[in-house]
């Protein structure tokens, strides 16, 4: 089967007046139609750069992406749509929610008046929103709804691929399942393929069927998310399911992350996690490659290819 997306060695330079830096730095992985797959790691790991270039909005210094079995070129594309973190700077304070959601169908061409308005009852309705949410604006909305308008403004073009990034951590605690399970629910529903981005383990474990685990650019293991957080191998997944509460078993709980990730412009030579690492030895000075290993792929000089 092919991959819905295929991304190839993607890097990005970044120059700034101390120098240059990559992030993400040679990253390659695939999603199929179907999945969910969660991208994972502290700020700064490179995770919503790969969601800018996806969606346009940043291009890549080298490497390539295929969407559907065509390169991905440009910024627009209709069947991929991105959820971004806090709607409230990804809705426009000046515009309704019926501006703010028929903006696309317009950009795009899609049907006439009639259509358009048919179209965003249901998707309204998808989002668990009412219709006289249309005339509002977003400051008289909640944070649940501004959000649930966000999402609607993407489902309403029918994507394939939709990316969340951090899309419930701008929410209160008591809204944040709420988004999370109606998410689940519209991938169910519109057999959507997600691409989860948050530096929160314990999301993905409940919403991805595969995890990269990503830090300074690299992706550090990936692999089936049951797998992953059942059995981490990746000292850097290690601390991070040790913050997840009902998981962070006791064989795990002298794994917590220490320290502060450093700066990408001036990255630990070798292992990048190196400094952090209570297993760093001599060969970490070497710059551990990407694995296979027992199904699923780990970056760590502790693992030998089998
Ligand atoms: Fe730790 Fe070395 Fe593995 Fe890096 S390669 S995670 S420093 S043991």
Redesign the pocket.
């Known amino acids: 089967m092919n991959p819905l997306l295929l991304v190839e060695d993607l890097a990005v330079e970044f120059k700034t007046r101390l120098g240059k830096f990559y992030v993400p730095d040679g990253v390659t992985f695939s999603v199929f139609e179907g999945e969910c797959v969660g991208l994972v790691g502290e700020s700064g790991s490179g995770k919503s750069t790969i969601a800018r270039i996806l969606c346009g909005i940043h291009k890549p210094t080298t490497g390539s992406t295929q969407f559907m079995g065509t390169p991905l070129k440009g910024w627009g594309h209709r069947e991929i749509q991105m959820v971004f973190q806090d709607p409230d700077s990804s809705l426009d304070p000046r515009k309704t929610v019926l501006f703010s959601i028929e903006e696309g169908l317009r950009i795009h061409r899609i049907g006439n008046k009639e259509e358009r308005q048919k179209l965003l009852i249901e998707t309204l309705k998808a989002v668990g929103l009412t219709e006289d949410v249309l005339s509002k604006y977003p400051h008289q909305l909640s944070g649940g709804q501004k959000q649930r308008v966000a999402i609607a403004r993407c489902l309403v073009l029918k994507p394939k691929l939709l990316i969340l990034d951090e899309p419930t951590s701008a929410l209160d605690v008591s809204v944040q399942a709420q988004i999370l399970n109606l998410l689940m629910e519209l991938k169910r529903e519109f057999s959507l393929t997600y691409i989860l981005i948050t530096h929160d383990l314990k999301i993905v474990y409940h919403l991805s069927d595969y995890t990269m685990v990503m830090y300074l650019g690299q992706i550090?293991e990936m692999g089936q998310t049951e797998r992953i957080i059942q059995e981490p191998m990746?000292?850097?997944t290690k601390a991070l399911v040790t913050a997840i509460p009902t998981v962070g078993t006791d064989s795990l709980k002298d794994f917590s992350l220490k320290g502060e990730i450093p700066s990408p412009l001036n990255p630990p030579k070798?292992?990048p996690?190196?400094t952090r690492?209570d297993?760093?030895?001599e060969?970490?000075n070497e710059r551990?490659p990407l694995i296979d290993f027992r199904g699923r792929k780990v970056?760590?000089?502790?693992y030998t290819e089998v």
């Open positions: 550090m990746h000292p850097y070798g292992c996690f190196k690492c297993f760093a030895f060969k970490c551990p970056r760590c000089h502790l």
